[in-house]
C-alpha cells in the first residue's frame, strides 16, 4: 500500500475514479462481509424495552415534567406547539427530542493508490433493527467526544475537532428529522489525510464504488454514512464525460445518459441556481409557522403512562424507554428514551428525463423542528398507515404515483434503510427512486424539478436539503457506477 501526495486532479474526478472502483485497498465485498460478519460476532447491544418510569439516569422533572439526563446533557424529551397557517393540520402538538448541541459526522479519506478510500466504521446502535450498521469514521454526540458518559474516548476524533492543518473537503451543519428533533444539527465532515494511520479493531477502508453496492442493500448503510456522503463534491464541468471516458452527448438520452449528464455543472437544468434560490427563499416567507416549546404534559392528544407515551389514536410514533447492554462501544450499559415510529415509511423522489437531463422532484417542506421554516424533502416522504381514514386533502401530493410504481423498470432505486438508531427505534423507510412522466408547473409553489448538480450544490449549504432528501441524494450517486457501465 502506498500513500499518495495531495492529488491536483480535481475532487470531483477523484471521486468519480472511486465511484468506478469496486475492489479497493481491503479487497472485494466477499472479503468485506468475511471482516463485517466476524466483528458482528464480537459486539452487539442487547436491548430491553423499559417503562418511562424505570429508566435509570433519567427523570421526569418536578416543573416541567419533560424527561432529562441527570447530567444535564445529551438530549430531553419535551413538548412542542405547532401552528401552521394555511395547512390541512393547521395546529397541533406533540412530544419532541431537543438536543441543542451539535455532534460531528465525520470521515477520513485518503488516496490509496491513486483511488480515494473512506474510512467506515462498523457500529451497533440500540435502535438498528438488523444490528451491525456501516457508519462514518466519527459518529458522536458532544456529550459522547467530551467524555459526558466517562467511557472509552472516540477514535479519530482529534482529525475533526482540530482540521484546520487539514484538507477538508465537507464541511458543514445539517438538520436531522424536523418531525421527531427539535432545530438538531450536526456537522457534517470529510478529511482526507495523506499520511499513514493505525486502522483500528472496527474500521476498514472502503472506495465509494464498494459503499454503493452496499447501499443498494436493505439497512447496511447507516443514516449519519449517508448525510456525509450527500454532502461531497459530487459535481463539475465535464463530470461526466468523466464517467464514461467519452463525450457523453453520444451516449444517448435514456437513463444512464440523462443521470450522468445530470452531475455535470454545464447540464441545462430547467431552473437555475438563482431561480431556484429564490423560489426556497420565497417558500420561507410565504409559510407562517409557530413553534413553542411547552411543557410535556401540556401535550394534548398523547397520553402518557409509566410505560410510553403515545398518541391517542396509535398514529405517529411513541417514546419508550430501553436498557441497553454493548459490547464493543464506549460504554458497557445504559438507559435511554427513544422514539418508536409506527409503521415503515415511504420516502422516494421522482425522476424526470428533461432534455435529457435527470431532474428530481423535491418539495418545499415545512416540518415543526426546522430551523428555517422550510427545506426540501424527497418528492414524498410519509407513512402512509397515518392517512388511513382521513380525507384525500389530507394525503401527501403524488403519493399514488409512487404506491401504484410496483417493481417494474420504473422503479430505478428501492430499498429498506433505517433512520439514526442512537435515538429512533426501529425506524424503516421505503426509500425509492422511480421514473416518471407526470409534471408540475414551471412555477407550482411547493415542488420543482432540479439536477443532481443542484441537489449536490445545495447539500453543501446548512438548511436546504433535508435528511430524508439528503440520504436519497446519496442513492441517486450509487446509480452512477451502473449508468457508466451502461452508457460506455
Given at each position: 500500500?502506498?500513500?499518495?501526495?495531495?492529488?491536483?486532479?480535481p475532487t470531483a474526478h477523484r471521486i468519480a475514479t472511486s465511484v468506478l472502483n469496486p475492489?479497493?485497498?481491503?479487497?472485494?465485498?466477499?472479503?468485506?462481509?468475511?471482516?463485517?460478519?466476524?466483528?458482528?460476532?464480537?459486539?452487539?447491544?442487547?436491548?430491553?424495552?423499559?417503562?418511562?418510569?424505570?429508566?435509570?439516569?433519567?427523570?421526569?422533572?418536578?416543573?416541567?415534567?419533560?424527561?432529562?439526563?441527570?447530567?444535564?446533557?445529551?438530549?430531553?424529551?419535551?413538548?412542542?406547539?405547532?401552528?401552521?397557517?394555511?395547512?390541512?393540520?393547521?395546529?397541533?402538538?406533540?412530544?419532541?427530542?431537543?438536543?441543542?448541541?451539535?455532534?460531528?459526522?465525520?470521515?477520513?479519506?485518503?488516496?490509496?493508490?491513486?483511488?480515494?478510500?473512506?474510512?467506515?466504521?462498523?457500529?451497533?446502535?440500540?435502535?438498528?433493527?438488523?444490528?451491525?450498521?456501516?457508519?462514518?469514521?466519527?459518529?458522536?454526540?458532544?456529550?459522547?467526544?467530551?467524555?459526558?458518559?466517562?467511557?472509552?474516548?472516540?477514535?479519530?476524533?482529534?482529525?475533526?475537532?482540530?482540521?484546520?492543518?487539514?484538507?477538508?473537503?465537507?464541511?458543514?451543519?445539517?438538520?436531522?428529522?424536523?418531525?421527531?428533533?427539535?432545530?438538531?444539527?450536526?456537522?457534517?465532515?470529510?478529511?482526507?489525510?495523506?499520511?499513514?494511520?493505525?486502522?483500528?479493531?472496527?474500521?476498514?477502508?472502503?472506495?465509494?464504488?464498494?459503499?454503493?453496492?452496499?447501499?443498494?442493500?436493505?439497512d447496511v448503510v447507516n443514516m449519519d454514512s449517508r448525510t456525509v456522503l450527500a454532502c461531497?463534491?459530487?459535481?463539475?464541468?465535464?463530470?461526466?464525460?468523466?464517467?464514461?471516458?467519452?463525450?457523453?452527448?453520444?451516449?444517448?438520452?435514456?437513463?444512464?445518459?440523462?443521470?450522468?449528464?445530470?452531475?455535470?455543472?454545464?447540464?441545462?437544468?430547467?431552473?437555475?441556481?438563482?431561480?431556484?434560490?429564490?423560489?426556497?427563499?420565497?417558500a420561507r416567507v410565504r409559510h407562517q409557522v409557530t413553534s413553542r416549546r411547552i411543557h410535556?404534559?401540556?401535550?394534548?392528544?398523547?397520553?402518557?403512562?409509566?410505560?410510553?407515551?403515545?398518541?391517542?389514536?396509535?398514529?405517529?410514533?411513541?417514546?419508550?424507554?430501553?436498557?441497553?447492554?454493548?459490547?464493543?462501544?464506549?460504554?458497557?450499559?445504559?438507559?435511554?428514551?427513544?422514539?418508536?415510529?409506527?409503521?415503515?415509511?415511504?420516502?422516494?423522489?421522482?425522476?424526470?428525463?428533461?432534455?435529457?437531463?435527470?431532474?428530481?422532484?423535491?418539495?418545499?417542506?415545512?416540518?415543526?423542528?426546522?430551523?428555517?421554516?422550510?427545506?426540501?424533502?424527497?418528492?414524498?416522504?410519509?407513512?402512509?398507515?397515518?392517512?388511513?381514514?382521513?380525507?384525500?386533502?389530507?394525503?401527501?401530493?403524488?403519493?399514488?404515483?409512487?404506491?401504484?410504481?410496483?417493481?417494474?423498470?420504473?422503479?430505478?432505486?428501492?430499498?429498506?434503510?433505517?433512520?439514526?438508531?442512537?435515538?429512533?427505534?426501529?425506524?424503516?423507510?421505503?426509500?425509492?427512486?422511480?421514473?416518471?412522466?407526470?409534471?408540475?408547473?414551471?412555477?407550482?409553489?411547493?415542488?420543482?424539478?432540479?439536477?443532481?448538480?443542484?441537489?449536490?450544490?445545495?447539500?453543501?449549504?446548512?438548511?436546504?436539503?433535508?435528511?430524508?432528501?439528503?440520504?436519497?441524494?446519496?442513492?441517486?450517486?450509487?446509480?452512477?457506477?451502473?449508468?457508466?457501465?451502461?452508457?460506455?
Amino acid at each position: 500500500m502506498t500513500a499518495d501526495k495531495p492529488s491536483k486532479t480535481p475532487t470531483a474526478h477523484r471521486i468519480a475514479t472511486s465511484v468506478l472502483n469496486p475492489v479497493g485497498q481491503s479487497g472485494d465485498l466477499e472479503e468485506f462481509f468475511q471482516w463485517f460478519q466476524e466483528f458482528g460476532s464480537r459486539v452487539y447491544t442487547d436491548v430491553e424495552t423499559i417503562g418511562l418510569d424505570e429508566l435509570s439516569g433519567w427523570y421526569t422533572d418536578a416543573e416541567t415534567g419533560n424527561i432529562r439526563h441527570q447530567s444535564g446533557k445529551f438530549f430531553t424529551v419535551e413538548g412542542l406547539e405547532v401552528h401552521v397557517a394555511d395547512s390541512y393540520f393547521g395546529q397541533w402538538s406533540q412530544p419532541i427530542i431537543r438536543q441543542p448541541e451539535i455532534g460531528i459526522l465525520g470521515t477520513v479519506v485518503r488516496e490509496i493508490d491513486g483511488v480515494l478510500h473512506f474510512l467506515m466504521q462498523a457500529k451497533v446502535e440500540p435502535g438498528n433493527p438488523h444490528g451491525l450498521q456501516l457508519s462514518p469514521t466519527v459518529q458522536a454526540t458532544r456529550s459522547n467526544y467530551t467524555g459526558v458518559h466517562r467511557g472509552r474516548s472516540v477514535p479519530y476524533v482529534e482529525y475533526f475537532r482540530d482540521a484546520t492543518d487539514r484538507h477538508v473537503l465537507v464541511d458543514v451543519r445539517q438538520s436531522e428529522q424536523g418531525s421527531w428533533f427539535y432545530q438538531k444539527r450536526n456537522r457534517n465532515m470529510v478529511v482526507e489525510v495523506t499520511e499513514d494511520i493505525e486502522v483500528l479493531d472496527g474500521f476498514r477502508w472502503l472506495t465509494l464504488g464498494q459503499i454503493h453496492q452496499l447501499l443498494a442493500m436493505d439497512d447496511v448503510v447507516n443514516m449519519d454514512s449517508r448525510t456525509v456522503l450527500a454532502c461531497m463534491p459530487f459535481t463539475g464541468p465535464g463530470l461526466a464525460d468523466r464517467f464514461t471516458g467519452r463525450d457523453v452527448d453520444r451516449v444517448g438520452d435514456g437513463f444512464a445518459g440523462a443521470l450522468l449528464r445530470s452531475c455535470s455543472t454545464d447540464a441545462r437544468a430547467r431552473h437555475t441556481m438563482d431561480e431556484n434560490l429564490s423560489w426556497i427563499t420565497e417558500a420561507r416567507v410565504r409559510h407562517q409557522v409557530t413553534s413553542r416549546r411547552i411543557h410535556l404534559p401540556e401535550v394534548k392528544g398523547w397520553h402518557r403512562d409509566s410505560e410510553k407515551i403515545s398518541h391517542e389514536r396509535g398514529l405517529y410514533f411513541d417514546v419508550i424507554g430501553v436498557r441497553v447492554t454493548a459490547n464493543g462501544r464506549e460504554v458497557t450499559g445504559w438507559d435511554q428514551p427513544m422514539i418508536r415510529p409506527r409503521g415503515t415509511g415511504i420516502i422516494a423522489f421522482l425522476v424526470k428525463n428533461i432534455d435529457g437531463v435527470l431532474h428530481a422532484l423535491v418539495h418545499a417542506r415545512v416540518e415543526a423542528g426546522y430551523f428555517d421554516v422550510v427545506e426540501l424533502g424527497p418528492t414524498v416522504q410519509c407513512t402512509p398507515e397515518n392517512y388511513v381514514g382521513m380525507p384525500s386533502a389530507a394525503a401527501p401530493r403524488f403519493l399514488h404515483e409512487v404506491l401504484r410504481s410496483g417493481g417494474g423498470r420504473r422503479v430505478r432505486y428501492q430499498t429498506t434503510l433505517s433512520e439514526e438508531g442512537g435515538r429512533f427505534f426501529y425506524a424503516l423507510n421505503r426509500y425509492q427512486i422511480i421514473e416518471t412522466e407526470l409534471d408540475v408547473a414551471p412555477d407550482d409553489p411547493d415542488y420543482r424539478w432540479m439536477t443532481v448538480h443542484q441537489l449536490t450544490e445545495l447539500a453543501k449549504h446548512s438548511h436546504y436539503l433535508n435528511i430524508q432528501a439528503r440520504s436519497l441524494v446519496a442513492c441517486l450517486h450509487s446509480l452512477f457506477a451502473s449508468a457508466a457501465e451502461e452508457a460506455a
